[in-house]
């Protein structure tokens, strides 16, 4: 790495840093508002949790999940999503940033255009997420405080293939006209379908979420890793990790170009 | 040293046009109907170090899009241009560096925290040296006077202290050249004036260039010496602000609110253009009869409740140009 | 005529901006139905039975997209009390000694029983589809317990004999009643307390867990589901739903002997709670 790179990197860590301190002052300003958010998303999260125990209650295991298992499971994706929502606010919001003209802003500023449109705003309820991912593993997890530097690892992964597919996405609105609806759905998709063991699903719907939603990337795989580990299959999931991540940076860069030509297309009539 | 220079910067979007309803859809698929806008036709001019120019036009004229081309937001079709000597669209991230932009209906503070907080911000987002930041603060602090509002939050502030925070803002990273649009929208008077003044001590005191977009022709009077007209992608006035204040500015507007019904005014130069019970709108021609004139008269004659008198409207300007300057695409102005 | 035609034309483009919302909510009912779905068929194929707690596959699947429609149609009228109140709107009322709630009662119900409509056709729909099959109408199941015998999945009988149905729409209307209840309850709880929303989420998360949205609450663990019967929240979405998934005249009648029980019970607690309200209006004044 030449020193011109390391600088540009640690440019962006300090701008990262400093939208996450911004962020949370500013909803410290409204503290009793911010810790309803909290407690409402932790009482929302909640509900799964329920049905699992109810249901593990009648029943031994499910696909060779057990209860200890899909409650791990949960705390990964919770704590991802929650990572993700709470660093990259504007993750799911790519598409609209672009349709409504807003990235111009971004764009008029000496910082990376992409990372400073993700981190400029926070979700205050990703908190409770957040919170309520860490706590569900150090109750289910039998060796908690041994795997936890782990469980943070792949929640943190997990957090960037959210915010990784949903810049894919969302970055489909420098082609088309209504790709808000289209991502917001897609990114719904996957989250809905992290959530679950990817083992209940039928054979087509699996090879689905191995491929164009990789909600398997997202829950099972690492949840899986946390029970049996294996440095192949951690070192697999990083790769798929990083893969998304740069396919991602890369269409939004190939998207920009497109946006500054000015082209996009419109629809009158 | 030049701070911008364009030439036969040109800007031509191609946009598929689709008709409307299930035909049109299909038809689109298969023969889309490629229609070509040219925003910008072959512009060329500069601009030096420290002017202040304005440069207006109606909306739809091309304004946004050149601007969008100077910051570097979108490439050209064809043509060149420098801004402090970089290509903008090509060297995007550094030019940040040197400008700073004013929007007056997008904010660039955080609504719900104190001024403090989003300049502290921006000089992350700048990358600026601490020490020499809380000095830069500092100075713009006192020269703006908004010591008393820094820790307060901003949806708290009126607009016109709010005005004040956006400017101080945009110039902590000490750019050379500012864009501002619209940057008196929505305030009185007198606060407006205020505005003014200090954008024009900070021209004075750092040469900081000025590029104005503005639709109060106030604005453009009072900050600028120069002014570029543009209209449908083309300069058709490039000039001294005096100049178009002589050869275009010629009419004032008088808006009356009276305390006895309208009898009619006589006077050379005076028209009426409408009158509904108690109010009254007259255009003067301030060539044929000044209107400190014209409104003592009127206060003679009746009871007046309220009055304003404004500008013309730009629109009303640029109308008037394009019509006189058809022949004339760039005219400088005598004497500079 | 022209005129008249552009009045058509806008108002059909407002009904399917309307419908995009629709397609919107349907494609997230398919994905948590589909879900399910998957889930309770693994969830039956592991456990090696074609029951569970009296419920076969197809009862389950039925039985969540009942307790479904009624959760998607319950009242958010609280919120708009709790800002009447919080206006100051409300000091006209005084003149009027009971109406004002129960006319925010009628006020919900008129808004939920369409969208129950709604949900119900794209609940029915999204399962069909799932499903592959639609419960026939076949006359009522005897009035054995739950447990009869069954026969496979495919079956055309099982869940949705006409009673049933019956049963459950006129549960379903019970039901609404009580939601709407409960809604303007909390909404006056605006006199005394700043924020109103919190006890609506709490009111919602007891629906969904001891109100049996999920699971029906034959698979709590007994404890728990003694708890939850005595409770009004099962009879919002268990009672109903379980009436469609298994007509039984007994568990009928006692189940809207409950509901009703709860009707009158929360009535006379608005009428309470109103009359303490109004007392308060007139204290501070609006």
Redesign the interface.
Same mark, same amino acid.
């Given at each position: 790495m030449t020193k011109q790179e390391h600088n540009e990197q640690m440019?962006t860590v *300090?701008?990262v840093w400093?939208?996450l301190r911004?962020n949370l002052?500013?909803a410290m300003?409204?503290r009793g508002a911010f810790f309803?958010q909290v407690?409402?998303m932790l009482?929302?999260d909640?509900?799964l949790l329920?049905?699992w125990w109810?249901?593990f209650? *009648?029943?031994p295991?499910?696909?060779g999940w057990d209860l200890a298992g899909v409650m791990t499971l949960y705390g990964i994706v919770a704590f991802g999503f929650g990572a993700a929502t709470v660093v990259c606010g504007n993750a799911f919001l790519v598409a609209r940033v672009i349709t409504s003209g807003d990235l111009?802003?971004y764009?008029?500023?000496?910082?990376?255009p992409l990372v400073?449109l993700l981190v400029s705003r926070m979700s205050l309820p990703g908190w409770g997420d957040l919170l309520f991912g860490l706590v569900v593993f150090l109750v289910a997890a039998p060796d908690r405080w041994v795997s936890l530097p782990l469980f943070l690892l792949l929640g943190l992964l997990a957090g960037v293939i959210l915010v990784g597919f949903s810049v894919l996405v969302g970055s489909l609105a420098f082609w088309v006209g209504n790709a808000d @609806?289209l991502a917001a @759905?897609a990114i719904?998709?996957l989250v809905?379908?992290g959530l679950?063991p990817v083992?209940?699903?039928?054979g087509v719907?699996r090879v689905l979420l191995y491929t164009l939603i990789p909600a398997a990337f997202v829950g099972s795989i690492p949840a899986g890793l946390l029970s049996d580990f294996d440095w192949g299959r951690l070192a697999a999931l990083v790769a798929f990790t990083a893969g998304i991540a740069l396919a991602a940076r890369w269409v939004f860069r190939w998207g920009l170009r497109r946006y500054?030509?000015?082209?996009l297309?419109?629809? *009158?009539? | 040293m030049t701070a911008i220079q364009v030439q036969q910067l040109t800007?031509t979007?191609?946009? *598929?046009?689709? @008709?409307?309803?299930l035909r049109?859809s299909v038809r689109a698929l298969f023969r889309p109907l490629r229609r070509e806008t040219q925003a910008v036709k072959s512009i060329t001019f500069s601009v030096e170090e420290g002017e202040r120019l304005a440069f207006i036009g109606p909306n739809g004229a091309g304004k946004s899009?050149t601007i969008?081309m100077l910051?570097?937001?979108?490439?050209p079709t064809s043509g060149q241009a420098q801004v402090l000597g970089k290509t903008p669209?090509r060297e995007?991230?550094?030019l940040?560096?040197e400008?700073g932009?004013v929007f007056g209906q997008?904010s660039q503070l955080?609504y719900?925290?104190p001024p403090a907080?989003s300049f502290?911000?921006l000089a992350?987002?700048?990358?600026l040296d601490r020490a020499a930041y809380r000095q830069r603060l500092a100075y713009l602090v006192e020269l703006f006077e908004v010591n008393d509002y820094l820790q307060v939050?901003v949806r708290k502030l009126s607009l016109g202290e709010r005005m004040r925070c956006e400017i101080a803002a945009s110039l902590l990273h000490r750019p050379r050249i500012l864009f501002l649009d619209e940057p008196t929208i929505g305030l009185d008077v007198v606060v407006k004036q205020r505005i003014r003044d200090l954008i024009l001590e900070l021209n004075q005191q750092e040469g900081v260039t000025i590029f104005l977009t503005s639709h109060d022709a106030g604005d453009v009077e009072v900050l600028c010496k120069r002014a570029m007209v543009i209209s449908h992608g083309e300069v058709i006035y490039d000039g001294r602000v005096s100049t178009l204040r002589r050869d275009y500015i010629r009419t004032k507007t008088v808006s009356l609110k009276l305390g006895e019904p309208w009898q009619g005014f006589d006077g050379p130069g005076v028209r009426v253009l409408k009158h509904k019970g108690y109010g009254v709108k007259l255009e003067v021609d301030t060539t044929v009869a000044p209107i400190e004139e014209v409104v003592g008269r009127l206060l003679a004659r009746y009871g007046i409740v309220d009055i304003n008198v404004d500008n013309p409207p730009m629109e009303e300007i640029i109308a008037r140009i394009y019509e006189g300057g058809q022949g004339d695409k760039e005219t400088r102005g005598q004497g500079d | 005529m022209a005129r008249y035609g552009f009045v058509l034309w806008t108002a059909a483009r407002q009904q399917l901006a309307y419908r995009?919302e629709l397609a919107?909510r349907a494609? @997230?009912m398919v994905?948590?139905m589909g879900?399910f779905i998957?889930?309770w068929?693994?969830?039956f194929g592991?456990?090696g039975q074609a029951e569970?707690?009296g419920y076969r596959l197809a009862e389950m699947v039925w039985y969540l997209a009942m307790t479904e429609t009624i959760t998607l149609s319950s009242s958010r009228v609280f919120i708009e009390i709790s800002e009447a109140v919080k206006a100051g709107n409300l000091a006209y009322t005084l003149t009027r000694p009971l109406s004002y709630p129960f006319f925010q009662v009628a006020n919900s119900l008129g808004n939920s029983i369409p969208r129950f409509a709604l949900n119900l056709l794209t609940a029915v729909a999204v399962v069909g589809l799932g499903m592959g099959w639609l419960p026939v109408l076949s006359p009522s199941v005897p009035s054995a317990s739950l447990r009869t015998s069954s026969l496979g999945m495919n079956s055309a009988e099982g869940a949705g004999s006409l009673r049933g149905l019956l049963a459950f729409l006129w549960m379903a209307a019970l039901a609404l009643l009580l939601d709407s209840l409960i809604a303007v309850l909390i909404g006056l709880l605006a006199f005394w307390i700043e924020?109103v929303?919190?006890v609506f989420?709490?009111y919602q998360?007891l629906l969904?867990?001891v109100g049996g949205l999920?699971?029906p609450l034959e698979?709590?663990?007994d404890w728990?589901r003694r708890v939850a019967g005595w409770l009004p929240f099962q009879f919002i979405t268990y009672v109903p739903a379980r009436a469609f998934v298994a007509f039984e005249p007994g568990f009928v009648l006692r189940a809207m002997a409950g509901q009703i029980a709860y009707v009158v019970m929360f009535s006379a607690l608005v009428v309470f709670v109103w009359r303490r309200a109004q007392r308060r209006l007139v204290v501070h004044g609006g």
């Open positions: 440019k *300090r701008l400093g939208y911004h002052m500013s300003a409204y309803l407690a409402g009482l929302n909640a509900m329920f049905f109810v249901l209650n *009648r029943l295991t499910l696909q111009d802003y764009l008029a500023l000496p910082a990376d400073h @609806q @759905q719904n998709a809905t379908f679950y083992e209940i699903f039928p719907v500054e030509s000015g082209n297309v419109m629809v *009158r009539g | 800007k979007f191609v946009t *598929r046009e689709k @008709q409307p309803g049109g899009t969008k910051v570097g937001i979108l490439y669209w995007r991230s550094r940040a560096y400008i932009a997008k955080w719900h925290l907080d502290d911000l992350r987002i700048y990358e939050p | 995009a919107m494609i @997230q994905l948590f879900v998957a889930l068929t693994t969830a592991a456990s569970l707690e924020e929303t919190p989420w709490i998360k969904f867990t999920f699971l698979m709590f663990p728990l």
